[in-house]
């Protein structure tokens, strides 16, 4: 592509009515906040004019500067400056895909989903292996087939809500891949959970784990099983924070796939209960108790206290 | 496809081959044994032929690797020191819980190597420079013994060559009935037969491929009656409702086929996995039961049992085995000293302390001179 091209058309108003509300073949938005750019448009206009394209019978298309017409829209606004590209300029699609490309990582960092939906359409138009090599490092992704396909699979089978998760940094990548093997209506229940209890990271894969695990287990869809886990928030415990319910709702669905565990955690904490131990003495189980070794801490603050400390715990009942 | 293929349940749609594995005289009687078999030459994707791990492609290949490697086990736990005779990689069985699934996955097809031939005096240099040591080398770490042998004809290379050492076993490891190779080939010495077992509920349901525990035990009564020694691995261990009287029908099945005298050892290990098989079995085998127990990450990094759900397996079927003869030989595959005391009552300590105890039982039966005890 020539890159003075573009800058050659020259400016021209297009009433916005012209101009079709659907983002269009080479749109890379997704889940942006439109406020900014109104508030920017409202206060010194529009700054760098959108690129268009008139085929005939249809409405003009966005090639680039889809969010800045859909400002403009939002504020009424008649017509807008900007660059058409006509049918006699026999600018090509790909052409058109990467001024938009080139337009936006100029100007800022796209989302995950967003990169989705760039790869998604130059596979359109380019060999597998170009993209991989050219393009996902363009985007500051690593440059492999698997990572491909990932992306490709987001963008043509995710759900809008999970799209929203991912766009909003919300969701792990290890957790949407968990979530890209389950059914929409089950990933809609697991979503709906992990964004009421907003669950950190390592908390979703816990929850999304255990829940297919019960699934598979008892035999049951998984959106069967969160309602008979009843975890609407309304539910749980209202004298308890947020972070304090995510604990108890995982403690919950940890107790039903995991029994045996977990008694075994609850009898081990009894135990050392039963100890009494002083303050500054904790006796910890190694992980998962497979270990063979348990762990003594004491706080103490010089050589003294720590003999006293010693004797103390000499002196405990029940620990032979 | 040839008849004998067809006949021990092999279906090789394809052959991909290495440019530097043509000249094999292995390759040419795999090839032979073919005819009409499309033959690829490398360098073609091999996940393009088949929509799952290539069960049916053949990849013929020139191994650039040691043939004989330390089975890796790790210092976590006690590790038996068997020593993995590698002639392929991958199985032509599709076994639920195989960790090969999760191994292999960027190479699926059925990779035999070619150049064994060549490099199998290096291996038999190594066994034979250190005479002080033995040797217990197995084939099935990473395909089934003989699941290949009608195609490859490993056996007619190896047996003789491991028959006549004196400080080595080979231990031919299956969940097949192909013997037919073994049975006529005259070596007994130094040859072990062994055959992995499981509940037959376990075995129908997640061991697709493999013979039934009623055929690999038909088939072990027959080899041991044409004068080989038997192995047998319970492994993998997978409780779930009934897992007591199923385990149970197969030792009565054992009793009533088996000479257990003529057993050199039987081990017991449970399901164990790295984490990224898990989304691998959910995707290629959704009915799947093995997922089902109480998993904790092992000191390995691996999946395996609640500690107590591992002692009581092991405890219930060295009960059972126990009770059926005393000295067959248990032991445990990669498990704690802690595991091993709770649940056989013993422990061997250290990985060389289960080396010693295997080493022994090598002793016992072959008698350092080639002939079984």
């Known amino acids: 592509m020539n890159p003075y091209r573009v800058s050659e058309i020259p400016l021209q108003e297009v009433a916005l009515d012209d101009i079709g509300d659907a983002p269009?073949?080479?749109?890379?938005?997704f889940g942006f906040d439109l406020e900014p750019l109104i508030s920017s448009i409202k206060t010194v206009g529009l700054i760098n004019p959108p690129i268009l394209r008139s085929d005939p019978g249809q409405k003009i298309a966005v090639v680039a500067g889809y969010r800045r017409i859909k400002a403009l829209k939002s504020l009424n606004a008649v017509s807008t400056p900007c660059r058409l590209i006509e049918r006699h300029d026999d600018m090509p699609p790909l052409e058109c895909l990467l001024l938009n490309l080139h337009d936006n990582l100029s100007t800022r960092r796209l989302n995950d989903v967003e990169k989705g939906m760039v790869l998604s359409r130059l596979s359109a138009f380019v060999p597998r292996q170009e993209i991989v090599t050219q393009y996902m490092p363009l985007l500051g992704l690593s440059p492999n087939e698997k990572g491909l396909l990932f992306f490709l699979e987001m963008e043509t089978h995710f759900d809008v809500k999970i799209k929203t998760f991912v766009s909003e940094g919300r969701l792990s990548w290890r957790a949407v891949k968990m979530l890209s093997d389950i059914d929409a209506a089950s990933r809609a229940g697991l979503l709906?959970?992990?964004?009421?209890l907003m669950l950190n990271i390592n908390q979703q894969l816990q929850f999304i784990d255990y829940i297919v695990d019960l699934s598979f287990?008892?035999?049951?869809?998984i959106p069967w099983i969160l309602s008979e886990l009843d975890l609407d928030r309304n539910h749980l415990d209202k004298n308890t924070n947020r972070p304090q319910q995510a604990k108890a709702v995982l403690n919950r669905i940890k107790t039903r796939r995991n029994p045996s565990i977990v008694k075994a955690e609850k009898k081990f904490s009894r135990a050392v209960i039963n100890l009494n131990l002083p303050d500054g003495i904790l006796i910890s189980a190694p992980p998962f108790f497979e270990g063979e070794h348990y762990r003594l801490e004491i706080l103490f603050r010089e050589g003294e206290d720590l003999k006293n400390r010693l004797q103390e715990l000499l002196r405990i009942q029940g620990l032979d | 496809m040839g008849w004998n293929l067809l006949m021990n349940g092999l279906h090789i749609r394809r052959v991909v081959l290495d440019k530097d594995a043509s000249s094999y005289a292995l390759t040419r009687q795999i090839l032979a044994g073919l005819p009409g078999v499309p033959?690829?030459?490398s360098g073609l994707d091999p996940h393009l032929f088949d929509g799952e791990p290539g069960k049916e492609t053949l990849h013929l290949q020139h191994y650039k690797g040691d043939f004989l490697k330390p089975c890796p086990g790790t210092r976590e736990y006690i590790c038996c020191g068997y020593?993995?005779?590698n002639l392929a990689a991958n199985c032509p069985l599709d076994c639920s819980y195989c960790i090969l699934q999760s191994y292999f996955v960027n190479q699926p097809s059925l990779r035999v190597f070619v150049n064994l031939e060549e490099q199998l005096p290096d291996v038999l240099q190594v066994i034979d420079s250190q005479p002080g040591r033995i040797f217990r080398v197995g084939t099935g770490e990473f395909t089934d013994s003989l699941a290949?042998?009608?195609?490859?004809?490993?056996?007619?290379?190896?047996?003789?060559?491991?028959?006549?050492?004196?400080?080595a076993i080979l231990e031919l490891k299956t969940k097949t009935t192909r013997i037919s190779r073994v049975l006529a080939s005259g070596y007994r010495d130094r040859i072990i037969l062994s055959w992995s077992l499981n509940g037959p509920w376990i075995s129908a349901k997640e061991e697709k491929?493999?013979?039934s525990i009623e055929k690999r035990v038909e088939a072990a009564r027959q080899c041991q009656s044409e004068g080989f020694i038997l192995g047998f691995h319970f492994d993998p261990l997978v409780p779930y409702p009934g897992w007591r009287d199923d385990y149970a029908r197969t030792v009565e099945l054992l009793d009533r086929r088996i000479d257990p005298g003529r057993i050199i050892w039987i081990s017991m290990g449970s399901f164990r996995f790295m984490p990224a098989l898990k989304p691998i079995i959910r995707r290629r085998?959704?009915?799947?039961?093995?997922?089902?127990g109480e998993f904790i990450i092992g000191l390995d990094g691996k999946m395996r049992y609640f500690k107590p759900i591992r002692i009581e397996l092991y405890h219930v079927i060295r009960h059972l085995l126990e009770a059926w003869h005393p000295d067959l030989g248990l032991y445990l595959c990669m498990e704690s000293d802690e595991v091993w005391r709770s649940s056989m009552g013993w422990s061997p300590k250290t990985s060389s302390g289960l080396r010693e105890y295997l080493d022994q039982r090598v002793v016992k039966f072959f008698n350092g001179t080639g002939q079984p005890a």
């Open chain 1, 24 to 29: 269009g073949p080479f749109c890379m938005s």
């Open chain 1, 192 to 196: 709906r959970v992990i964004s009421e």
């Open chain 1, 217 to 221: 287990i008892e035999k049951n869809p």
């Open chain 2, 39 to 41: 033959v690829h030459s």
């Open chain 2, 83 to 85: 020593q993995i005779l």
């Open chain 2, 148 to 167: 290949l042998d009608p195609m490859t004809h490993w056996s007619d290379m190896l047996l003789p060559q491991f028959s006549r050492r004196k400080n």
């Open chain 2, 209 to 211: 491929g493999a013979a």
């Open chain 2, 285 to 292: 085998h959704p009915t799947s039961g093995v997922l089902n």
